[in-house]
């Protein structure tokens, strides 16, 4: 799978569909083509991207190129939105085969619990 195509899926199950069948379904996209796009087999450019970004809530950038992801207005500095999202991205991780993205997807959760948790005062 090439990694425009990781990235779509990662927004894509991160958006809460359990499928690409479901997404383009949902979206009224052609079945075939977004899962080529998805599996990796077609590559996309920027409109495709834009249409996914905005279905997505994630930007065309971060699909196109790997650019930071935005949080979606997450308020990392809450402990329970934070968890929340790092649900998400654990989530979206059990259901690729990339360990590249696994790691990069742990190492944003990693980043979020630093974050929002506050470390305990030292002794």
Known sequence: MGD??????VARVAAGYNSARAAAM?????????????????????E?????????????GYLLTGEPRPTLGVPMTD??????????LIRAASQIDDVE???KNLK???AIIAKAIPKPRGK
């Open 48 to 60: 495709d991207a834009i249409k996914y970004a905005k279905a997505f809530k994630t930007s065309p």
């Open 101 to 103: 993205v696994i790691h």
């Open 26 to 46: 949902n979206r009224g996209w052609k079945v075939s083509t977004y899962s080529a796009h998805e599996n990796g087999q077609n590559d996309f450019g920027p």
């Open 4 to 9: 425009m195509g990781d990235r779509l899926k």
């Open 108 to 110: 944003e959760a990693e």
């Open 79 to 88: 402990p329970v939105e934070a968890l929340k999202h790092i649900r998400t």
